[in-house]
């Protein structure tokens, strides 16, 4: 703990400065985007020192996910199900623009294998995760998976902070369309989030961020298929020798996903249970409206620490090559969403 507390804090103070920025501003601006923005700087121009990265790492990771799952509590079985079917199809079309748009320009710039491999990966599935659960298979340097996981994270933190005024141009307010842009776009879950949170910050619009998350879900489904083949694989190898089955679990469907179907199938019954009228009703409603506050503060937080975790020192190692192939494939996924959608 004693290790964690001074990170933490200062990603809750930059938290706490982001909100009050957003109330002194008439709720004009969104405190997702000032806590990000302010970290990203604050990395790059002040820099953190060591002592606050087991701090920024638990809430860059820990509190985020606990707040990604508590997403769970604002859908229903049925809403879940409505949006799959649509976004299905929207999702295996971005995932396979991805990859083949990352292979393709790959070899096209002379871009080698296994980074072309880790790119497309990462940018198809889900971001960072996908990245180290395939460089075992591939056999990459830590260079390049360090080369590939800063692309990633460059190209969706711009995404991030970029989609939301994309989606407000093309969408307005329309909540689903704009999330499932996000979800079957943008990398990482927690950039997805992200700019959920920022577009539901400026358009009023909570339910975004559930809708973008069940839509990146979907995506992030694709490694209970990429991790096995990869594991089956690296096990013929002596030097990639046998991972347990509960550590290919945690890969291939982390438990924050687990906890969110849980949740959603949790609001589904308490929504039944309780009704529409009477003292239960408005007990549940409450228990629901703590839970979403306290999503929407994990996340906040959460967010800060990955603003403060956001370098670009590693991009002079990569060259243009690998940075070209990522925002190549990045904008691609991002185009075939917008076919989809409009």
């Given at each position: 703990m004693r290790q964690i507390v001074p990170g933490l804090a200062f990603a809750i103070a930059l938290a706490v400065a982001a909100r009050l920025v957003y109330h002194a501003t008439g709720d004009m601006v969104?405190?997702?985007?000032?806590?990000?923005?302010?970290?990203?700087?604050?990395?790059?121009?002040?820099?953190v020192g060591a002592w606050a990265e087991p701090g920024l790492e638990y809430a860059g990771r820990t509190l985020l996910?606990?707040?990604?799952?508590?997403?769970?509590?604002?859908?229903?079985?049925?809403?879940?199900?409505?949006?799959?079917?649509?976004?299905?199809p929207i999702v295996l079309s971005c995932?396979?623009?991805?990859?083949?748009?990352?292979v393709l320009l790959g070899r096209a710039l002379g871009v080698d294998a296994t980074m072309r491999r880790l790119l497309?990966?990462?940018?198809?599935?889900?971001?960072?995760?996908?990245?180290?659960?395939?460089?075992?298979?591939?056999?990459?340097?830590?260079?390049?998976i360090g080369i590939a996981m800063t692309c990633v994270v460059l190209f969706g933190s711009i995404a991030m902070m970029g989609y939301p005024w994309i989606a407000g141009a093309l969408f307005g307010d329309d909540v689903r369309s704009a999330g499932m842009f996000?979800?079957?776009?943008?990398?990482?879950?927690?950039?997805?989030?992200?700019?959920?949170?920022?577009?539901?910050?400026?358009?009023?619009?909570?339910?975004?961020?559930?809708?973008?998350?069940?839509?990146?879900?979907?995506?992030?489904?694709?490694?209970?298929?990429?991790?096995?083949?990869?594991?089956?694989?690296s096990a013929r190898d002596a030097a990639a020798a046998g991972e347990r089955p509960g550590g290919l679990r945690r890969k291939?469907?982390?438990?924050?996903?687990?906890?969110?179907?849980?949740?959603?199938?949790?609001?589904?019954?308490?929504?039944?249970?309780?009704?529409?009228?009477?003292?239960?009703a408005g007990q549940w409603q409450q228990v629901l409206a703590a839970g979403q506050a306290a999503s929407e503060w994990l996340l906040l937080v959460g967010m800060a620490a990955i603003g403060l975790g956001v370098t670009f020192a590693h991009l002079r190692e990569a060259g243009w090559r690998p940075v070209a192939l990522a925002f190549g494939a990045a904008l691609l996924a991002g185009l075939t969403a917008l076919a989809w959608l409009l």
């Open positions: 969104s405190p997702t985007l000032v806590a990000i923005a302010v970290g990203v700087a604050w990395r790059n121009l002040v820099g996910r606990i707040g990604i799952a508590l997403i769970g509590l604002r859908l229903t079985l049925m809403v879940l199900a409505d949006v799959s079917m649509i976004a299905i995932v396979a623009a991805a990859i083949g748009s990352a497309a990966a990462g940018t198809a599935i889900c971001g960072c995760t996908a990245i180290i659960a395939t460089a075992p298979l591939l056999r990459a340097r830590k260079a390049d996000f979800g079957a776009s943008i990398h990482d879950t927690s950039q997805v989030i992200g700019a959920a949170l920022i577009y539901a910050d400026v358009h009023s619009a909570p339910d975004a961020v559930a809708i973008a998350g069940l839509t990146k879900f979907l995506r992030t489904l694709g490694l209970l298929l990429l991790v096995p083949i990869a594991a089956w694989l291939a469907l982390p438990a924050f996903v687990i906890w969110f179907v849980l949740l959603v199938a949790l609001r589904t019954a308490g929504d039944a249970y309780a009704g529409e009228a009477g003292a239960l």
